[in-house]
């Protein structure tokens, strides 16, 4: 999902628990509402869309 693109983009490796924590914290208080709003405003067709394919893969 957003949060572990954000987490994990470039390629990033943690090498403790508290550094990965640390960068989820920052990167959860990073997304906007207007983020999560668009997100909000496509799950019915990303629920359409799985009910097409019967529960299987969709592009989301």
């Known amino acids: 999902g957003i949060l572990a693109r954000r987490v994990y983009k470039n390629g990033a490796q943690y090498n403790t628990v508290q550094d990965l924590k640390a960068d989820v914290i920052q990167e959860w ?25 019967n529960g299987g893969e969709t592009r989301y």
């Not at 208080?29 to 799950?43: G, H, N, P, R, Y």
């Open 29 to 53: 208080d990073s997304i906007s509402v207007a983020e999560l709003q668009k997100l909000v405003a496509s799950m019915p067709n990303r629920m359409f869309k799985i009910i097409q394919n």
